[in-house]
């Protein structure tokens, strides 16, 4: 269910000296800049060139990219988790594989190419400045 601003949850937090309380955090904000458009969604590449549309206010977010195998293990994610930069703008709306567009060359994917017949997850994920995030994912299986 989606949440609405104003909506209340309660959340029962248990620290590490045993002792526990209950906080009821409001929602106040909600983002819907979802991308779209997410290809390849099927195809033939072991090694594709992943592409999207932004949301509306494009530039008013930062992205990150990220593929999994059929077992949820991560192949390549950007930015990579030793990055100094928390996600890419929205002047990229493609990645070639094995090229990370952040301008890291340590950041590769996992593996060479993908395998055939084999099914993978990636996603696109828009992040505003207050740190709300909106991600769109798709299969892909070459």
């Known amino acids: 269910m989606r949440p609405?601003?104003?909506d209340a949850y309660s959340l029962k937090i248990t620290y590490s000296d045993g002792t526990s309380e209950t906080l009821t955090p409001t929602v106040n904000g909600v983002l819907d800049a979802f991308?779209?458009?997410?290809s390849p969604i099927s195809g033939t590449s072991t090694t594709p060139t992943f592409t999207w549309t932004d949301p509306a206010s494009a530039s008013s977010y930062i992205y990150s990219f990220y593929i999994?195998?059929?077992n949820g293990n991560t192949i390549w994610q950007i930015?990579?988790?030793n990055a100094n930069v928390n996600g890419?703008?929205?002047s990229?709306?493609?990645i070639v594989w094995g090229t990370d567009p952040t301008g890291d060359s340590t950041n590769t994917p996992s593996v060479g190419s993908l395998t055939n017949g084999t099914n993978y997850t990636w996603q696109v994920q828009a992040q505003d400045s207050?740190?709300?995030t909106a991600q769109t994912q798709v299969n892909y299986q070459p």
Do not use: A, M, V, Y
């Open 4 to 6: 609405n601003i104003g």
């Open 35 to 38: 991308p779209t458009n997410l």
């Open 68 to 70: 999994s195998d059929n």
């Open 79 to 81: 930015p990579g988790n």
């Open 88 to 90: 890419f703008p929205s």
């Open 92 to 94: 990229i709306t493609s």
């Open 130 to 132: 207050n740190g709300n």
